[in-house]
């Protein structure tokens, strides 16, 4: 899936004449108040510190993309798009600087993490978006955005599965949390998948390619959803 994402990468660099240019891409990981500002609720991933956002630049329009593995890296266009995505933090780059692009070609237009009080408001939204769209599905829940998890548990039947070891085996919202082993259970069991676009990173995301509807959630998955025609839900996005 990877390629088939560079190879349109690379063509829509191709159609812009951007290859011409030479023009450095800088991805740096963002600190927490950076990422998500001072949002009145400290459940956050990003507060506690669990993951990091990693930031591109191009041309001063800017892409994310949540990770575990982050640091600095400057290199041309080229670079990114023959880059070997083996690992968590050269894919992070890779997506962060995809979003990047697409968000300066006016391709995308969510990009940059919403902050403060606006991911509760994303949630009440996404409610909203569920009760118009599908009524009152069975959710496969994966990744755990507090606000999200804490909205659709108190409207929807819910399982909830994450990676995060601090997590499995608790319950937050009146949901046990479970752990990726659980994963293809619960999408056997659902009606529709909620998935957290920080799969499109960890290299985990072929697998929600089913026949049941999946809506990818976040920042970090924009341009892949837009470049694979996914389903994408990012309501307060910059």
Not at 40 to 55: A, S
Not at 227 to 238: D, I, T
Request: charged share 25%.
């Amino acid at each position: 899936m990877y390629e088939i994402v560079k190879r349109k990468f690379a063509d829509i660099i191709n159609q812009n004449e951007l290859e011409k240019e030479d023009v450095i891409i800088r991805a740096v990981p963002l600190s927490p108040e950076e990422a998500i500002g001072n949002p009145e609720d400290r459940d956050y991933p990003l507060v506690i510190g669990r993951e990091r956002l990693m930031q591109a630049e191009f041309k001063s329009f800017l892409g994310q993309a949540f990770t575990d593995m982050y640091g600095d890296f400057a290199g041309k266009l080229g670079d990114i798009v023959a880059m070997d995505l083996k690992n968590n933090f050269r894919r992070a780059i890779f997506i962060s600087s995809l979003n990047a692009v697409m968000r300066s070609l006016n391709l995308v237009d969510k990009t940059v993490h919403c902050r403060d009080n606006e991911p509760r408001v994303c949630s009440q939204e996404l409610v909203k978006f569920l009760e118009r769209s599908y009524g009152h599905p069975r959710i496969a829940f994966t990744g755990f955005q507090p606000r999200m998890v804490e909205a659709l548990s108190g409207k929807f039947e819910l399982r909830v599965a994450d990676m995060d070891h601090d997590n499995i085996g608790k319950k937050k919202f009146g949901v046990i949390i479970d752990g990726p082993d659980r994963t293809g259970e619960n999408l056997r069991w659902c009606d529709i998948a909620l998935v957290t676009g920080t799969t499109v990173v960890n290299s985990t995301f072929e697998q929600f390619m089913i026949a049941k509807p999946v809506i990818f959630y976040g920042i970090t998955v924009s341009g892949m959803a837009k470049l694979l025609e996914l389903k994408h839900f990012c309501y307060c996005g910059h």
